[in-house]
């Protein structure tokens, strides 16, 4: 490590209950909680697309401290998540599993820390339609 470098770790995810392996599972890494879940600043977020068949993802050196994901399974490859009536139509995710209400759950909710030895991070998909 470079004297004065910011202290890195690895983040593993993996992701259960896809109802398919068709198209792309969309992921959001971020520490901004304004950035959360829509991801719209690339600035500030880690970004991946995957294989919906991949159910596991590392990312090596992220730097410490805390985070939330936020993943779709885009599974039209669209590169959106397809809703009707404000409803989504594809499935969603986030770290910690957090409660669903009506709308995505806050930033808070989802956070974790990625400390000097790594987290791992299991995110399970939810279908609502």
């Known amino acids: 490590m470079l004297i004065g470098a910011a202290p890195v770790a690895p983040l593993d995810l993996s992701f259960t209950n ?3 392996d068709k ?6 890494i971020t ?3 304004k950035n959360f879940p829509a991801c719209r600043d690339a600035g500030q977020a880690v970004t ?3 294989p919906a068949a991949t159910r596991h993802l590392r ?3 992220l730097p410490i401290g805390d985070y939330a994901v936020a993943v779709i399974h885009d599974e039209n490859g669209n590169s ?3 809703t009707f009536a404000g409803i989504p139509r594809e499935g969603f995710g986030f770290s910690r599993n957090p409660a669903i209400g009506f ?3 806050g930033f ?3 956070r974790f820390t990625l400390d000097a030895t790594g987290a791992a991070q299991e995110i399970r998909l939810r279908y609502l339609l």
């Open 108 to 110: 808070a909710a989802a």
């Open 18 to 20: 896809l109802r398919s």
């Open 80 to 82: 959106r998540l397809d």
């Open 103 to 105: 709308g995505p759950p």
């Open 31 to 33: 520490t901004a909680p």
């Open 23 to 28: 198209g792309l599972v969309r992921i959001c």
């Open 59 to 61: 990312i090596e050196g």
């Open 48 to 50: 991946r697309s995957i």
